[in-house]
Protein backbone atom coordinates (compact mmCIF):
# COMPACT_ATOMS: atom_id res chain seq x y z
CA UNK A 1 0.00 0.00 0.00
CA UNK A 2 1.65 3.35 -0.81
CA UNK A 3 1.98 6.22 1.43
CA UNK A 4 -0.60 8.62 1.22
CA UNK A 5 -0.04 11.70 -1.19
CA UNK A 6 -1.61 13.93 1.85
CA UNK A 7 1.61 13.23 3.99
CA UNK A 8 4.26 15.78 3.76
CA UNK A 9 7.34 13.20 3.50
CA UNK A 10 5.84 11.96 0.12
CA UNK A 11 7.19 15.58 -0.94
CA UNK A 12 10.83 14.98 0.46
CA UNK A 13 10.25 10.78 -0.73
CA UNK A 14 12.17 10.40 2.70
CA UNK A 15 10.21 8.99 5.50
CA UNK A 16 12.19 9.03 9.38
CA UNK A 17 11.21 6.46 12.21
CA UNK A 18 12.13 6.72 15.48
CA UNK A 19 13.00 3.36 17.16
CA UNK A 20 12.57 3.99 21.09
CA UNK A 21 14.42 0.49 22.51
CA UNK A 22 14.22 -1.36 25.79
CA UNK A 23 17.64 -2.92 25.55
CA UNK A 24 19.72 -4.47 23.45
CA UNK A 25 17.68 -7.31 22.57
CA UNK A 26 14.64 -5.03 21.59
CA UNK A 27 17.64 -2.78 19.49
CA UNK A 28 18.33 -5.96 17.58
CA UNK A 29 14.47 -6.73 16.83
CA UNK A 30 14.23 -3.01 15.53
CA UNK A 31 16.92 -3.61 13.36
CA UNK A 32 15.29 -6.26 11.65
CA UNK A 33 12.14 -4.36 11.71
CA UNK A 34 13.84 -1.92 9.98
CA UNK A 35 15.49 -3.93 7.15
CA UNK A 36 11.93 -4.65 6.52
CA UNK A 37 10.04 -1.75 6.30
CA UNK A 38 12.93 -0.72 3.94
CA UNK A 39 12.09 -3.85 1.92
CA UNK A 40 8.59 -3.16 1.53
CA UNK A 41 8.50 0.16 1.09
CA UNK A 42 11.71 1.19 -0.82
CA UNK A 43 9.93 1.90 -3.87
CA UNK A 44 7.74 4.66 -1.67
CA UNK A 45 10.42 6.74 0.22
CA UNK A 46 13.80 6.21 1.39
CA UNK A 47 13.73 5.24 5.35
CA UNK A 48 15.94 7.28 7.72
CA UNK A 49 15.92 5.94 11.11
CA UNK A 50 17.47 6.45 14.37
CA UNK A 51 17.62 4.51 17.28
CA UNK A 52 17.83 5.53 21.51
CA UNK A 53 18.01 2.92 24.24
CA UNK A 54 15.83 3.64 27.09
CA UNK A 55 19.27 4.10 29.58
CA UNK A 56 19.75 7.00 26.79
CA UNK A 57 17.54 8.91 28.09
CA UNK A 58 18.69 8.96 31.83
CA UNK A 59 21.42 11.16 30.50
CA UNK A 60 20.51 14.77 29.84
CA UNK A 61 22.43 15.34 26.02
CA UNK A 62 21.95 11.95 25.12
CA UNK A 63 18.39 13.07 26.19
CA UNK A 64 17.86 16.02 24.35
CA UNK A 65 19.51 14.38 21.12
CA UNK A 66 16.72 11.50 21.41
CA UNK A 67 13.86 14.30 21.76
CA UNK A 68 15.32 15.83 18.85
CA UNK A 69 15.07 13.23 16.74
CA UNK A 70 12.19 11.87 17.67
CA UNK A 71 9.96 15.06 17.13
CA UNK A 72 11.26 15.51 13.65
CA UNK A 73 10.11 11.69 13.06
CA UNK A 74 7.01 10.51 11.02
CA UNK A 75 7.02 7.35 12.92
CA UNK A 76 8.03 6.33 16.49
CA UNK A 77 8.17 2.68 17.39
CA UNK A 78 8.97 1.42 20.83
CA UNK A 79 10.07 -2.04 20.69
CA UNK A 80 10.05 -3.65 24.00
CA UNK A 81 9.85 -6.79 25.59
CA UNK A 82 6.81 -5.86 27.13
CA UNK A 83 6.27 -7.58 29.82
CA UNK A 84 6.43 -4.80 32.29
CA UNK A 85 4.50 -1.59 32.50
CA UNK A 86 6.78 1.70 30.30
CA UNK A 87 9.07 2.94 33.06
CA UNK A 88 8.12 6.27 34.46
CA UNK A 89 10.82 8.42 32.90
CA UNK A 90 10.33 6.66 29.54
CA UNK A 91 6.53 7.56 30.03
CA UNK A 92 7.94 11.27 30.87
CA UNK A 93 10.21 11.43 28.28
CA UNK A 94 7.13 10.70 25.68
CA UNK A 95 4.97 12.94 26.95
CA UNK A 96 7.55 15.97 27.29
CA UNK A 97 9.22 14.98 23.78
CA UNK A 98 4.70 14.60 22.04
CA UNK A 99 4.67 18.29 23.23
CA UNK A 100 7.40 19.17 20.79
CA UNK A 101 5.66 17.63 17.85
CA UNK A 102 3.51 18.80 15.51
CA UNK A 103 1.65 15.75 14.78
CA UNK A 104 2.29 12.22 14.33
CA UNK A 105 1.57 10.05 11.84
CA UNK A 106 1.71 6.81 13.59
CA UNK A 107 2.56 5.12 16.82
CA UNK A 108 3.62 1.55 16.98
CA UNK A 109 4.77 -0.29 20.03
CA UNK A 110 6.25 -3.82 18.22
CA UNK A 111 6.60 -6.24 21.84
CA UNK A 112 8.80 -9.06 21.81
CA UNK A 113 6.43 -11.07 24.64
CA UNK A 114 3.76 -13.19 23.09
CA UNK A 115 1.42 -12.74 26.00
CA UNK A 116 -1.25 -9.90 25.35
CA UNK A 117 -2.10 -9.97 29.35
CA UNK A 118 1.38 -9.96 30.20
CA UNK A 119 1.78 -6.46 28.26
CA UNK A 120 -1.47 -4.79 29.13
CA UNK A 121 -0.29 -2.79 31.02
CA UNK A 122 2.50 -1.01 28.64
CA UNK A 123 -0.24 -1.40 26.07
CA UNK A 124 -2.69 0.83 28.21
CA UNK A 125 -0.08 3.61 28.41
CA UNK A 126 0.58 3.57 24.42
CA UNK A 127 -2.68 2.87 23.93
CA UNK A 128 -3.81 6.54 25.92
CA UNK A 129 -0.75 8.30 24.75
CA UNK A 130 -1.45 8.04 20.94
CA UNK A 131 -5.66 8.50 21.96
CA UNK A 132 -4.64 11.59 23.94
CA UNK A 133 -2.62 12.99 20.80
CA UNK A 134 -4.83 11.74 17.93
CA UNK A 135 -1.97 9.69 16.77
CA UNK A 136 -2.80 6.25 15.07
CA UNK A 137 -1.36 3.31 17.03
CA UNK A 138 -0.14 0.20 15.25
CA UNK A 139 0.54 -3.10 17.70
CA UNK A 140 1.82 -6.81 17.25
CA UNK A 141 -0.11 -8.07 20.13
CA UNK A 142 -3.02 -5.56 20.34
CA UNK A 143 -4.62 -5.46 16.52
CA UNK A 144 -7.71 -3.79 18.33
CA UNK A 145 -6.08 -0.65 19.98
CA UNK A 146 -6.02 2.42 17.29
CA UNK A 147 -5.14 1.08 13.90
CA UNK A 148 -4.34 -1.90 12.60
CA UNK A 149 -1.66 -4.74 13.09
CA UNK A 150 2.08 -4.61 12.60
CA UNK A 151 1.88 -8.20 12.28
CA UNK A 152 2.26 -8.63 8.22
CA UNK A 153 5.16 -6.14 8.49
CA UNK A 154 7.03 -8.44 10.65
CA UNK A 155 5.97 -11.87 9.06
Given at each position: ?20 C??G ?16 C ?9 F ?8 P?L??N?T ?9 I ?9 P?F ?6 E?S???S ?7 F????S?D???G???F ?11 L ?12 L ?5
Amino acid sequence: MPIPETFPTVNNNVFKIFFLCEDGQSLDRALQLKEKLLDNCRDQADIEADFCEYARLCHPRLRENATAHAATADMIIVSARGTEALPAFVQTWMNEMSARCSEKIVCAEFLHTDSSDRASGFHRFMDNWAAQRGALLFSNLFPNCHFGDLEEVVA
